[in-house]
């Protein structure tokens, strides 16, 4: 009887845990492409995708305004900060590479930066507090790197301390905004895809990584950073020509002294973002689906075959929200 017990609380918690562990899709069916992905809460959301494209909630997804910016129709903006409804940054790839800024909730924008140059092609932003740093593809085997101290109101280009040259064929995936990261006493750490797949640590770390690399589709995409130990993250990318693919492409890490760990059970595919809820449960997203883990990255399980490429924990709550191709925008019960 006592086993039967046993058996039974089991099989309903596992139940009960599944049934938390649900995606309810909140938007779905315009034509762009959603890669930036910001919530500063858990009603304020921010969105911005190919098409000049800038979704905006405040009333956690049930409704969404939509703006096309204007004189940049054709932009493709991969990256958001938002700081409030009204406040925000959004990153334009190329053809301009271009960052804008709205102070009022996308009515208008203003250029904060922009190099028109072909050479140039923007991948990333993160921020602590009013301070951002802008990632971008090596020129001439030089890391592009830009600092903000005023909340994106002004960049200024700065020269990369890092001594080791990007490697031919090594660059740095746009897919979500999410492979550069500030960590404590204002350094910051960057993960490199493609040809080769390195961390890059700001003053003089290069430290090559244990994951499927070799060619312009392989590689790092992703990194985040334990909310509770800053000296620990975890990475996530793969090769998106071969999405299913399910080694190679996952790394727990520890930075000083540097340390990587391949999981047990790697995620179950090609993953181009990656987010911690807590220093234990975690969440990964790629085009070909969304799994999450409860031990710290060790061991994943899938949750979902839907393609998203970018999934993010709102800043201030506990809210999860993911955003992909075809407009599509989730939110995850946990």
Not at 208 to 233: F, H, R, Y
Not at 266 to 280: F, I, K, Q, T
Not at 289 to 318: L, P, Q, T, Y
Request: aromatic fraction near 10%; proline fraction near 4%.
């Amino acid at each position: 009887m006592l086993k039967f017990y046993l058996i039974a609380c089991l099989f309903l918690c596992q139940t009960k845990s599944a049934q938390a562990q649900k995606l309810r899709v909140l938007s779905l069916g315009n034509t762009s492409s959603l890669r930036g992905l910001c919530a500063v809460d858990d009603r304020v959301i921010w969105v911005c995708g190919s098409e000049g494209t800038v979704g905006i909630s405040t009333d956690a997804g049930i409704s969404w305004r939509w703006i096309t910016v204007a004189h940049y129709e054709k932009s493709d903006f991969r990256d958001v900060e938002a700081f409030s409804d009204q406040e925000a940054v959004i990153m334009g790839i190329a053809d301009p590479s271009v960052i804008l800024k709205t102070k009022d909730g996308g009515q208008s924008w203003l250029p904060v930066f922009q190099d028109s140059s072909k050479a140039m092609f923007l991948d990333a932003m993160d921020f602590t507090g009013d301070q951002g740093v802008l990632l971008g593809d090596p020129v001439d085997g030089k890391v592009f790197l830009a600092e903000t101290k005023d909340r994106g109101d002004s960049w200024k280009i700065i020269a990369n301390k890092n001594p080791h040259r990007a490697a031919p064929g090594e660059a740095f995936f746009a897919a979500s905004g999410s492979n550069i990261k500030w960590l404590p006493h204002h350094h910051y750490s960057f993960v490199s895809g493609g040809k080769e797949s390195a961390l890059y640590m700001d003053s003089s770390g290069y430290f090559p990584l244990l994951l499927v690399q070799g060619k312009e589709t392989t590689g790092a995409n992703s990194m985040a950073i334990d909310p509770s130990n800053p000296n620990q993250a975890y990475i996530t990318g793969g090769d998106f020509s071969r999405d299913s693919l399910d080694s190679g492409n996952a790394l727990s890490i520890r930075f000083h002294p540097f340390q990587q760990r391949v999981p047990k059970r790697a995620p179950h595919g090609y993953r181009s973002c990656v987010e911690y809820l807590d220093s234990n449960k975690m969440i990964c997203c790629g085009i070909s689906g969304v799994d999450i883990s409860e031990d710290g990255g060790m061991n994943w399980r899938m949750i979902s075959s839907k393609s998203f490429h970018v999934c993010r924990r709102a800043k201030s709550g506990k809210r999860i929200y993911l955003a992909g191709g075809h407009g599509i925008i989730a939110s995850l019960n946990w």
